[in-house]
């Protein structure tokens, strides 16, 4: 008897720093309680371009090959055994962190904080878990959440960095009525704006250095203001790093005319901006640098909370909701490029130049299986 032929599928694969192979794959059919989707649309991030780089991100480093890719959505091709809530021909995000479901933060609905998640297109455990970046992947269905029929695939991968900023709102208490401070116009920093104005910020400003993200982020609305920080070198030490940091939070507040400060600030551009507030609270949102020097004096002073936000919990479903409800006014802008799948090393290339040959801005890039 002439052995069974296995289906195949392509992923962009990567092996080391600047080492991504378009490479042909067995596809397995999906094991109980999974589901298979074929991708439609991934958003790189700047965690994939670390990866692409350099072979880490900050602590977690290749030990394998790795597909990247965890902002994404696709259609369901196949279900697997047990599964009763998915199927075939369905729209659905992928959520790309898997939960243990069985421990106390998982059982208390922060399964961000749980031990034993995996993440899909990261290194910090192995075997790793392969990401979105390839045409079919077999994922747990309870991490795959349908779509809003009005709800495309694109606007379906934004859910993964609006999660993260839904997230972070939700443990900065934000409500309407509330002026919210946004350190960095990239993607993230774009988004946070977008999520404040959703939720009736009386004020949403932003602060960069790069004075072409600014423009965008006023051009369409994201933010009421926006102040460019000049450039500087790199501090020489601690000292001199608060000392910066203290002079451009006055600026900040002189320029915005916000004596008080603000409710909200969020900070994903490793800037000590608490010394921007008074009685508000400072999120500080991914992984940053890890050490910075913090005025916690004057953080207790002003009674200013200072929170750690990672990644997200449940918030998928608003998320969605929220992509297809036509509030986030122009939020179809942030996406700037588009690749085929075969092409991904060309959209890494051209994410960490920042400008396209035509010296058009870099915000979010898409990858599909046919993008082009």
């Not at 092996?15 to 649309?41: C, F, I």
């Not at 994939?48 to 072979?55: F, I, N, Q, S, V």
């Not at 913090?294 to 009674?303: D, F, I, K, V």
Request: proline share 5%; hydrophobic share 45%; net charge neutral.
């Amino acid at each position: 008897m002439s052995p069974v032929a296995l289906a195949t599928q392509h992923a962009a694969v990567l092996n080391g720093p600047k080492d991504l192979k378009y490479q042909e794959r067995t596809l397995w059919p999906p094991q109980k309680g999974h589901a298979q989707v074929a991708v439609m649309s991934t958003g790189l991030c700047g965690s994939d371009l670390h990866y692409y780089l350099h072979g880490r991100n900050g602590d977690f480093a290749l030990q394998a090959p790795l597909v990247l890719g965890h902002e994404a959505a696709g259609i369901i091709t196949a279900v697997g055994p047990g599964v009763k809530n998915l199927v075939v021909g369905q729209r659905v995000a992928i959520e790309a962190g898997i939960m243990c479901n069985d421990c106390d933060y998982c059982s208390k609905g922060r399964y961000n904080l749980c031990k034993n998640l995996r993440f899909a297109s990261s290194a910090k455990t192995y075997p790793h878990l392969d990401g979105t970046l390839q045409e079919r992947m077999n994922h747990p269905a309870h991490v795959l959440h349908p779509l809003p029929d009005n709800c495309s695939f694109e606007q379906a991968a934004l859910a993964e960095p609006l999660s993260v900023l839904i997230h972070a709102s939700r443990r900065a208490a934000l409500a309407s009525g509330h002026t919210v401070l946004v350190y960095g116009a990239g993607a993230i920093g774009l988004l946070a704006c977008a999520l404040a104005k959703s939720q009736g910020a009386s004020r949403v400003v932003a602060i960069d250095i790069n004075q072409a993200r600014l423009a965008f982020a006023k051009n369409h609305g994201f933010a009421d203001d926006v102040f460019c920080l000049p450039a500087a070198a790199k501090a020489k030490t601690p000292e001199d790093q608060l000392r910066r940091a203290q002079e451009n939070a006055q600026r900040v507040l002189k320029v915005f005319d916000e004596a008080d400060g603000f409710d909200v600030v969020f900070d994903q551009a490793d800037v000590p901006s608490q010394t921007a507030i008074t009685g508000g609270k400072v999120m500080l949102i991914g992984m940053g640098t890890r050490n910075t020097t913090l005025p916690l004096s004057a953080a207790a002073l002003r009674e200013v909370d200072i929170q750690g936000s990672f990644r997200y919990a449940n918030t998928y479903p608003a998320a969605l909701a929220l992509l297809s409800s036509g509030t986030l006014a122009n939020i179809e802008h942030l996406i700037t490029h588009r690749f085929p799948l075969a092409e991904t090393d060309r959209a890494f290339e051209l994410l960490a130049r920042g400008a396209d040959e035509a010296g058009h801005m870099v915000l979010k890039v898409m990858v599909g299986p046919g993008s082009a």
